[in-house]
């Protein structure tokens, strides 16, 4: 046509998600091994800023790598082990319950009741290997309850808080495994074993605290990974200050007095 010569093709384009990655907001990261996340876009913060303006600190005696993305707004981390003497497991915080303390035997109905109740705390145990499965939202609000299983727990749903006033706390002498449908969690979560968020294209925020012996083990991949972390872990400085003395590391120190 016009002494111009024309042709037509077609070929295939295709778009590949990137890995799945997990992000923390206003909170530390400390392992005694690596510490990976596959960071992304480019310039993404592996950790954010929180509310008063600071990231926290990944501490590793491993590797550190987060993939395209920067450290933190400070690029402030710690590549050295940790040390711990005394071991804050489930043993540790079961041994320091009150002896005037009965706590409610925990299943999932008891759990949307008020249980035992002593020192501004409701107490929900599981003794024995038995699994408490949390098959539907739930909503402690100002509630504070303090949960001991002495086995795995299974959390099937959400579990929310009405923040700087409701207090959730579970130590677990196993693994503490998440149902993919699973997309928030607020308290403080306490494992032996592994806490396992499973896999599922559903994304996970926690606010609060997570600590495992077992490690951690992130499943989540979402349909779209730019920009998107499949987990995010928020610091929630309320639970810690909310946090039952009756369980807290007491020291005692003798000292002379004169006569």
């Given at each position: ?43 993404t913060q592996f950790i954010l800023d929180g509310s ?100 795995y727990l299974t959390i099937r749903s959400n579990i ?100």
């Open positions: 046509m016009s002494g111009v010569s024309r042709c037509n093709d077609t070929s295939t384009i295709t778009i590949t998600n990137p890995s799945p990655w997990w992000q923390v907001k206003d909170g530390d990261v400390t392992t005694n091994g690596d510490i990976s996340s596959s960071v992304f876009p480019a310039g008063g303006g600071f990231p926290g600190v990944p501490t590793y005696s491993g590797s550190l790598s987060v993939g395209i993305g920067t450290i933190s707004s400070k690029l402030w981390n710690a590549n050295t082990s940790t040390t711990q003497g005394k071991l804050f497991d489930y043993l540790y915080f079961n041994s320091l319950i009150p002896s005037d303390v009965i706590p409610t035997v925990a299943t999932n109905a008891s759990l949307r009741s008020t249980g035992f109740t002593k020192y501004g705390y409701e107490w929900f145990k599981s003794d024995g290997s038995l699994t408490i499965e949390i098959d539907s939202n739930i909503n402690f609000a100002g509630r504070k309850v303090i949960l001991l299983v002495d086995g929310n808080l009405t923040d700087g006033v409701g207090f959730f706390g579970t130590f677990v002498n196993g693994n503490i495994n998440l149902n993919p449908a699973v997309t928030q969690l607020e308290g403080i979560y306490l494992a032996d074993g592994i806490f396992n968020t499973n896999t599922g294209s559903n994304a996970l925020w926690v606010r609060g605290s997570v600590a495992s012996y077992g490690g951690i083990t992130l499943g989540r991949d979402l349909v779209n990974n730019d920009g998107n972390p499949a987990e995010l872990f928020e610091y929630g400085p309320d639970q810690v200050m909310l946090f039952p003395s009756k369980l807290a590391f007491r020291r005692t120190k003798w000292v002379e007095v004169a006569p």
